[in-house]
T-cell receptor
Framework: GAGVSQSPSNKVTEKGKDVELRCDPISGHTALYWYRQSLGQGLEFLIYFQGNSAPDKSGLPSDRFSAERTGGSVSTLTIQRTQQEDSAVYLC??????????FGQGTRLTVV | KQEVTQIPAALSVPEGENLVLNCSFTDSAIYNLQWFRQDPGKGLTSLLLIQSSQREQTSGRLNASLDKSSGRSTLYIAASQPGDSATYLCAVPSTYNNNDMRFGAGTRLTVKP
């Protein structure tokens, strides 16, 4: 596609439920990043994929968070047993290796 | 651990002024630095990417410079317009071997008509 696509754009879920957020990177981009932005805050790094290398998971805040990238393309961020503090905008970006990164429009997650 | 600081946190200027936004980072072993803008409720838009071998990049009214040895970058905006109002973010890799970007907290710019 022309840009990074994220779905859904908005998600409201009940506390304790699991959610899956999807990111479709730009075709040919080997690097994919997930960030979280809470209201009025900066970008918090979550996880980074580069080609076939092991992902850098150092930013995941707890073991309730996990992410996969299948076939080096689409990525899914899963949050299990959601809590109210998980409410935020989840942003995905992709790039060629060591090149300009492009962001999607984000998924706004609200846990009620 | 790479830490990125942006000064000022907020800036308000009248239309037409030239302005400079600052970004500093603690680990100078980077291979690039990227500037973004974020409009309220939106994702990030890439403005400029500077490779470590470059000292500056220009795009229209924007000029970004990079002084890797001192751990600093500046974003210069010429003849500011109300449409430039947004939050400006700089990002650098966490280490030389990684491409995961670490962000500053941003500068919130308001350009008054």
């Amino acid at each position: 596609g022309a840009g990074v696509s994220q779905s859904p754009s908005n998600k409201v879920t009940e506390k304790g439920k699991d959610v899956e957020l999807r990111c479709d990177p730009i075709s040919g981009h080997t690097a994919l990043y997930w960030y979280r932005q809470s209201l009025g805050q900066g970008l918090e790094f979550l996880i980074y994929f580069q080609g076939n290398s092991a992902p850098d998971k150092s930013g995941l805040p707890s073991d309730r968070f996990s992410a996969e990238r299948t076939g080096g393309s689409v990525s899914t961020l899963t949050i299990q047993r959601t809590q109210q503090e998980d409410s935020a905008v989840y942003l995905c970006a992709s790039s060629r290796h060591r090149d300009e990164a492009f962001f999607g429009q984000g998924t706004r997650l609200t846990v009620v | 651990k790479q830490e990125v600081t942006q000064i000022p946190a907020a800036l308000s200027v009248p239309e037409g002024e030239n302005l400079v936004l600052n970004c500093s980072f603690t680990d100078s072993a980077i291979y690039n630095l990227q500037w973004f803008r974020q409009d309220p409720g939106k994702g990030l838009t890439s403005l400029l990417l500077i490779q470590s071998s470059q000292r500056e990049q220009t795009s229209g009214r924007l000029n970004a410079s990079l002084d890797k040895s001192s751990g600093r970058s500046t974003l210069y905006i010429a003849a500011s317009q109300p449409g430039d109002s947004a939050t400006y973010l700089c990002a650098v890799p966490s280490t030389y071997n990684n491409n995961d970007m670490r962000f500053g907290a941003g500068t919130r710019l308001t350009v008054k008509p």
